[in-house]
């Protein structure tokens, strides 16, 4: 049982760049979400999905797109990388909606960490 | 708009001291308040939430107090010690965290000998 699996751990690009952040979960969450990390800004929702073929905003999805085709994979793409998009990101998931005790509890990915030169 | 405002930012308690951290939000449709813990260079875990329907929880060291009516809750560790150094993050959610989690900037916590 893996939890939470992100890919790369490490990743630098070039401005303009475009690439595609992986999270994979085998543990069959129904919602799962993407977060950014900065200094001094906390943990902040980039965007999220309730379920396969669901997918939502967050409080910072500009420059990032995602997709949910299967239950376990949530991608996130940057489209054309800025120097503003370096950060650590954090992929989480979380059980079914309301389906018994710890399904409300976020299980955090190890992160993937981005400099966008 | 910072809709989960945490403080202090950084924190250092003497081994064996109690450590605090508060957070106060704005939202009165917040029903779950999740705090979570932040080893260097893992991702965040569940440490301990409340429900707006008691007034303290305690899991061994560890304490939520909250207080409703002025929109605050606040994270005591008791006997702090060197391996409680992390970085912890309060958070709100709506729907008894079956919303989206908003969380707090988070407190850097350093615990010395």
């Known amino acids: 049982n893996a939890g939470v699996t992100q890919t790369p751990k490490f990743q630098v690009l070039k401005t303009g760049q475009s690439m595609t952040l992986q999270c994979a979960q085998d543990?069959?969450?129904?919602?799962m979400s993407w977060y950014r990390q900065d200094p001094g800004m906390g943990l902040r929702l980039i965007h999220y999905?309730?379920?396969?073929?669901?997918?939502d905003q967050g409080e910072v999805p500009n420059g990032y797109n995602v997709s949910r085709s299967t239950t376990e994979d949530f991608p996130l793409r940057l489209l054309s990388a800025a120097p503003s998009q370096t950060s650590v990101y954090f992929c989480?998931?979380?059980?079914?909606?309301?389906?018994?005790?710890?399904?409300?509890?976020?299980?955090f990915g190890a992160g993937s960490r981005l400099t966008v030169l | 708009q910072q809709q989960v405002k945490q403080s202090p930012q950084s924190l250092i308690v003497q081994k064996g001291g109690i450590s605090i951290i508060n957070c106060a939000y704005e939202?009165?449709?917040?029903?779950?308040f999740p705090w979570y813990q932040q080893f260097p260079g893992k991702g965040p875990a569940l440490l301990i939430a409340?429900?707006?329907?008691?007034s303290e929880k305690k899991e061994g060291r560890f304490t939520i107090s909250f207080n409703k009516s002025a929109k605050q809750f606040s994270l005591h560790i008791m006997d702090s010690q060197p391996g409680d150094s992390a970085t912890y993050f309060c958070?709100?959610?709506?729907?008894?965290?079956?919303?989206?989690?908003?969380f707090g900037t988070g407190t850097r916590l350093t615990i010395i000998p």
């Open positions: 989480a998931s979380r059980r079914d909606r309301g389906r018994g005790s710890g399904a409300n509890v976020l299980t």
């Open positions: 543990m069959n969450h129904e919602y």
């Open positions: 999905s309730v379920g396969a073929g669901i997918t």
């Open positions: 939202n009165t449709a917040f029903d779950y």
């Open positions: 409340i429900r707006p329907d008691v």
């Open positions: 958070a709100a959610s709506g729907s008894f965290g079956n919303e989206k989690l908003t």
